[in-house]
């Protein structure tokens, strides 16, 4: 899923996302996310996992621990304390 200071999006992604957003009557909203998720106090983060991976069927890419490491991401460079 996605949590921390950064997210990163493939082209795909982002393009599936941009299409939900023109499909809305305003262009404000991803129509489908909005309309297939029960996202009440979510915040953005799980939003948007959820809508491109459950709503839009995005596949997901792994992490890449060169752009971001947390101790929670089973990530075995945290904060780059790799050394015993």
Not at 37 to 54: I, P, R, T, V
Request: net charge negative; charged share 25%; with cysteine.
């Amino acid at each position: 899923g996605m949590h921390g200071p950064i997210e990163v999006f493939s082209t795909e992604a982002m393009n599936t996302l941009a299409a939900d957003y023109h499909a809305s009557w305003d262009g404000k909203a991803p129509s489908r996310c909005v309309h297939e998720l029960h996202f009440g106090q979510w915040g953005e983060d799980m939003f948007l996992d959820q809508c491109l991976s459950k709503v839009l069927e995005v596949k997901p890419r792994p992490t890449d621990e060169r752009l971001m490491c947390e101790a929670h991401c089973d990530c075995p460079a945290w904060y780059w304390c790799d050394n015993d």
